[in-house]
């Protein structure tokens, strides 16, 4: 009977342990979504995209691929171009700063 009684207690112990891990991830990920909301991002015009930028776009990396849309991003001190692009069915986006370097 001992045995029964420890065994309910150390379940429900780790029960309520794993309950509070769960809680503190959520508020973790709270915490990131408001660092994305501080980044300004203001639309731009394929045709007044940069020139290093442009000639990214056209190197054998994204071949095949058409840019749709563009928007520059101010994160803080950070600054970068997120260019939507489409290859047939396909679609994604590519961040690239103001040099036609890839921004991760």
Known sequence: MKKL???AAFLAF??????????VNTMKNAAIVAVQDSAVKTPVKLEELPEPITTALKSDTYKGWTPTEAWSVKEGA?????????????????????????VE
């Not at 780790?14 to 809680?23: C, I, K, N, R």
């Not at 489409?86 to 370097?101: H, L, R, V």
Request: hydrophobic share 35%; net charge neutral.
């Open 78 to 102: 950070k600054e970068y171009y997120i260019i939507n692009v489409k290859k047939e069915a396909e679609t994604g986006s590519i961040k690239i700063d103001k040099d036609g370097k890839p």
């Open 14 to 23: 780790a029960g309520f342990s794993a309950v509070q891990a769960s809680e």
């Open 5 to 7: 009684i420890l065994s």
